[in-house]
T-cell receptor, first 115, second 113 residues
Framework: AQSVTQLDSQVPVFEEAPVELRCNYSSSVSVYLFWYVQYPNQGLQLLLKYLSGSTLVESINGFEAEFNKSQTSFHLRKPSVHISDTAEYFCAVSVPSGGYQKVTFGTGTKLQVIP | NAGVTQTPKFQVLKTGQSMTLQCAQDMNHEYMSWYRQDPGMGLRLIHYSVGAGITDQGEVPNGYNVSRSTTEDFPLRLLSAAPSQTSVYFC????????????FGSGTQLSVL
């Protein structure tokens, strides 16, 4: 069975500072990896995903994540955060299961950007 | 374009009461699912459906029933609510068997007293 570990439940960071949100996964089969973001009182939205090809993927708002197969990681980074990035971030892994793609989420990391 | 619509947004129940959380999507997605979100536990899959008439259990199905009579609707039923079912519930959908992204509703906050 696959699993996703987000090592940090909360990450406070000052505005304009860099940030890294960590995600590690375990799976016996090939995986597809996602980062979702949840703003207060909203549902989750896809931030970025890795399916194949280049191991570095980027979002439209400056986040990036790198798939590292040897370390089974998919850490999320941003070189300079803004107040509007305050949200909860979920790493997710998708694996084939019984004819469909089963998605398993991590426990989430709350990013608090401090002015 | 409405996307995934969940109702109600908030609900308070007494132990033993029953209720149905509604979920509808207008994107013709084959795959629909229900998650519950609890502090420190992330999102856990309750039930999912890969098409009308087809449903299956996720990680935490006990205490919940689902049915899928149409492509658009995927209601979640609590037959006898328990305090352990106090949570935020999200419905999500996506196209078929693919790795397309999940589209989430805005959630239902349920309290069982």
């Amino acid at each position: 069975a696959q699993s996703v570990t987000q090592l940090d439940s909360q990450v406070p960071v000052f505005e304009e500072a860099p940030v890294e949100l960590r995600c590690n996964y375990s799976s016996s089969v090939s995986v597809y990896l996602f980062w979702y973001v949840q703003y207060p009182n909203q549902g989750l939205q896809l931030l970025l995903k890795y399916l194949s090809g280049s191991t570095l993927v980027e979002s439209i708002n400056g986040f990036e994540a790198e798939f590292n197969k040897s370390q089974t990681s998919f850490h999320l980074r941003k070189p300079s955060v803004h107040i509007s990035d305050t949200a909860e971030y979920f790493c997710a892994v998708s694996v084939p299961s019984g004819g469909y793609q089963k998605v398993t989420f991590g426990t989430g990391t709350k990013l608090q950007v401090i002015p | 374009n409405a996307g995934v619509t969940q109702t109600p947004k908030f609900q308070v129940l007494k132990t033993g009461q029953s209720m149905t959380l509604q979920c509808a999507q207008d994107m013709n997605h084959e795959y629909m699912s229900w998650y519950r979100q609890d502090p420190g536990m992330g999102l856990r899959l309750i039930h999912y459906s890969v098409g009308a008439g087809i449903t299956d259990q996720g990680e935490v199905p006990n205490g919940y029933n689902v049915s899928r009579s149409t492509t658009e609707d995927f209601p979640l039923r609590l037959l006898s609510a328990a305090p352990s079912q106090t949570s935020v519930y999200f419905c999500a959908s996506k196209r078929g068997w693919t790795n397309e992204k999940l589209f989430f509703g805005s959630g239902t906050q349920l309290s069982v007293l």
